[in-house]
């Protein structure tokens, strides 16, 4: 009795089967038209590929023999053909893997082929692209044109260099984005990180450094570097100097801050150097002297300052 | 630098000079004015000879127009170009005549009275 149950189940099945054949015939009817366009279009030459990515040359051709391939299959097994051993699943596979390589090479050069892409379309580089800032040779020549004259002058030339930066179009100001972080240093690590810092002074401290170079093979190097021990008073100089060149104007230098400059630039010039040497008890062990450029610390008396003008200078301590 | 707010271009001026005194600024204007081929709307200030000699840096700035020049520019620097003349009354001298002024008036009225007002 199963006959009828299955001819009942046939019929429904014939209406569906009959309807999806159709449609894969007018499906088929529409690539075949577009392939042939396709083809007549890439036989006259319309998309050459010489000067492109050859990577994408490549895996161009790839997936067209994967696709070759695959036809191929679904035509034996249409006719009812088996796979087993065929030699088009072999090849299948090995394209396949091929691809499957290709991927990473493909997530590398994804920034690339996006700029161009963007280019071609649109016809001009963003604004942001780190090409369009090339150095422009022509600005660094002078532009004076008197020079010439000047020349049976005494020694040198006098010449006025104006340094300027090209700056682009103005954006929008963001500000920088900061994450509070949770202060919890105890003690101890205070202390450890004040060692660790003395130690790393220490062992950057000319003493050590003419041991090292007492007992290393290396040749002598004589360099014409600059003070490897930025003091507190340089390290302002800069500071001012930096404000100075930003804000574009001059800051005047007090009767304090004169007497500083000063004493650090006679403690550098006299002989103090030939007898005073760093510290480096942080090595042996031994008990801290200062430094004599390290001011002491000191705990400051809160002293309630007048406003001065140029409040945007003064950094506090 | 260009400077939109103020209509300018500004920089940072760069001199070497081994061997010589510091150059004067009148120099360095004249050198500006060659280079950049615009003579009245250039102004140079703060030159300050670095240690040792031989390098001196000062400020410049390069204005628009004349108009903006004389609208943004603090008039002492205006005056060193003579773009400017400051009144040569000196400030006791003003005063003098201000305090005159108001003696002669009463309460309310003193309000009134101004430095240039009653002239």
Known sequence: MAAPGNLAVLESDLQ?????????????????????ALTKKVQARAYPTEKGLSLLEVKDQLLLMYLMDLTHLILDKASGGSLQGHAAVLRLVEIRTVLEKLRPLDQKLKYQIDKLVKTAVT??????????????????MSKLSSEDEEEDEAEGQSEA????????????????????????????????????????????????????????????EI????????????????????????????????KREKGRRKRASVMN???????????????TGGTPHLDEDQNPIKKRKKIPKKSRKKTGFRRRR | MTNRLLQRKQM????????????????????????????????????????GG?????????????????????????????LYEKKKTSR?????????????VRRTAKANVGPGKKK
């Not at chain 1, 010039?269 to 090595?283: R, V, W």
């Open chain 1, 16 to 36: 569906s089967a009959v309807t999806l054949l159709k449609n894969l015939q007018d499906q088929v009817m529409a690539v075949t038209a577009q392939v042939q």
């Open chain 1, 123 to 140: 016809g001009i580089l963003s604004e942001n692209d780190p090409l369009r800032f090339k150095p422009h040779p022509s600005n660094m």
């Open chain 1, 161 to 220: 260099s104006g340094k300027k930066s090209v700056k682009g179009t103005v954006k929008k100001y963001v500000p920088p984005r900061l994450v509070p972080v949770h202060y919890d240093e105890t003690e101890a690590e205070r202390e450890k990180k004040r060692l660790e810092r003395a130690r790393k002074r220490a062992l950057s401290s000319s003493v050590i450094r003419e041991l090292k170079e007492q007992y290393s093979d290396a040749p002598e």
């Open chain 1, 223 to 254: 360099r014409d570097a600059r003070h490897p021990h930025v003091t507190r008073q340089s390290q302002e100089d800069q500071h001012r100097i930096n404000y100075e060149e930003s804000m574009m104007v001059r800051l005047s230098v007090s």
């Open chain 1, 269 to 283: 010039s006299q002989l103090h150097s030939l007898t005073h040497f760093s510290d480096i008890s942080a090595l």
């Open chain 2, 12 to 51: 940072v001026i760069d001199v070497h000079h081994p061997g010589k005194a510091t150059v004067p600024k009148s120099e360095i204007w004249e050198k500006l004015a060659e280079m950049y081929k615009i003579a009245d709307v250039i102004f140079v200030f703060g030159f300050r000879a670095h240690f």
């Open chain 2, 54 to 82: 031989g390098q001196t840096t000062g400020f410049g700035m390069i204005y628009d127009s004349l108009d903006y020049a004389k609208k943004n520019k603090p008039k002492h620097r205006l005056a060193r170009h003579s």
């Open chain 2, 92 to 104: 006791k001298q003003r005063k003098e005549e201000y305090n005159n002024r108001m003696t002669k």
